[in-house]
């Protein structure tokens, strides 16, 4: 081993992190220290009655000990060892409450971190020193702080073996914080780590995150895969008819705007949600989401975009719950849509709202003999709505039509 493998422990940027965390332990000592030697004092005086100071030093052990067992000690030990120690530990799971063994091995920690704290800032501030005074004076350097009795091996008659042995004294010192920094970045995820009812807690978090963001990936691809369809048609027959019909042309034009926005503000929407800064998530923009109040104006924006749609609706759409509306509203876009891309001929939409609950029918003929399969997303988008809210999905081909059916629960609350 080279002699720059050698002392590479004692010039670490790590090395010196890890002794900043250290010596933070020993900083959280002094109080303790300062109220052992007040009650030490306390008890080993005559003019002090034995009864109340025995009281005294029972309360005093009680406030003591009571910080190493909060959830917040725990939590500002995990923060300082990511910072100082560089241990990969997971923050603690907000408003999770830690068991009674996460705590004891967070009370050990505590302990141990203020116990070695306290010699390594003992050691800094006596030894290391003293030490460094002798290594000076080997230097040739007076600084004046030399007593005339020999401490130890430090002897101010033989400057050179003092000098030798403040050396030796330092690389020791140094030696020794770093073995201590590795130890306590060994140890950390197994005191600090979390317990496995904060390790499911994390999981199911994560999770509901990502449900929620395939949640908005299908709202994504659903209003904007439908604004695209509608787009491409309008377009195209604004193409064919330019010369002989400008009129239509104009109509055509002002509904790509219209849906061009509106899927500009669905975008804006579900970008809003999915960005993240280092503060957490920003705040949504407060776009409405479409429902199925708007399933006049959703057929209207077919319809125009030269899909032939025969509608009925039974029921009252506006007593849906929220969320039964905004996911039928989605259903029938992307059959619609679907139908748009993959059929021909006209398009026959049934929704009905029965009692505790919502059904929806799109039938319409397909062209040659595949489906709507081929694209997959927004068939499993489908799917995903409906199996979320508990409800059913049937679709495929009937003979030479391809018919999509789901039926989702919807209960609303009672009257009164």
């Known amino acids: 081993m080279t002699v720059r493998g050698v002392l590479a422990p004692l010039v670490r940027g790590s090395t010196w992190r890890r002794a900043v965390f250290l010596l933070l332990g020993g900083v959280l000592a002094l109080p303790y220290a300062l109220l052992a030697v007040a009650f030490a004092q306390m008890l080993t005086s005559s003019g002090v009655p034995r009864p109340p100071g025995v009281g005294l030093l029972l309360v005093g052990v009680g406030l ?88 130890g091996p430090f002897d101010p008659a033989r400057p050179v073996t003092a000098g030798l042995a403040g050396a030796a004294v330092l690389v020791a010192l140094g030696y020794a914080v770093a073995g ?45 895969g439908h604004a695209l369809t509608v787009a491409t048609l ?9 010369d002989s019909d400008p009129e239509f042309s104009r109509r055509a034009l002002r509904a790509i705007e219209e849906t061009s926005r509106r899927a500009m503000d669905d975008l804006d929407h579900v970008l809003g949600l999915l960005r993240e800064t280092d503060a957490g998530p920003t705040p949504a923009p407060n776009a409405p989401q479409p429902t199925l109040v708007g399933l006049d104006r959703l057929v209207a924006a077919a319809r125009a975009a030269g899909l032939v749609v025969e509608s009925r609706v039974d029921g009252a759409l506006d007593a849906l719950p929220a969320v039964v509306s ?37 039938v319409n003929a397909v062209r040659g003999t595949t489906g709507p399969t081929g694209g997959g997303r927004g068939l499993d ?35 009164g």
């Open 64 to 151: 003591a000990v009571v910080p190493v067992f909060l959830a917040g000690s725990r939590a500002l030990e995990i923060a300082a060892a990511r910072a100082l120690l560089a241990v990969d530990l997971p923050e603690p799971a907000p408003g999770h409450r830690i068991d009674r063994e996460t705590r004891l091995r967070a009370a050990l920690w505590i302990a141990l971190h203020l116990a070695t704290g306290a010699v390594v800032l003992f050691a800094a501030i006596s030894a290391f020193p003293m030490a460094l005074v002798f290594v000076a004076g080997l230097a040739g350097l007076d600084v004046g702080a030399v007593s005339d009795e020999p401490l």
């Open 180 to 224: 201590l920094g590795a130890l306590a970045a060994s140890m950390a995820p197994v005191l600090l780590g979390p317990a496995q009812a904060e390790r499911i807690a994390a999981l199911e978090a994560r999770a509901v995150r990502l449900a929620e963001r395939n949640r908005l990936a299908r709202e994504l691809h659903d209003s904007v």
């Open 326 to 362: 905004r996911e039928g509203y989605r259903i029938i876009q992307e059959g619609l849509t679907n139908a748009a891309r993959h059929g021909r001929g006209p398009v026959t939409l049934r929704v009905a709202v029965p009692p505790q609950g919502l059904e929806i029918e799109l």
């Open 381 to 415: 988008g489908m799917r995903e709505r409906v199996l979320l809210l508990g409800g059913h999905l049937d679709a495929g081909p009937r003979g030479d039509r391809w018919r999509v059916r789901a039926t989702l629960p919807a209960p609303r609350e009672e009257p």
């Open 234 to 242: 309008q377009a195209g027959a604004a193409r064919e008819l330019l």
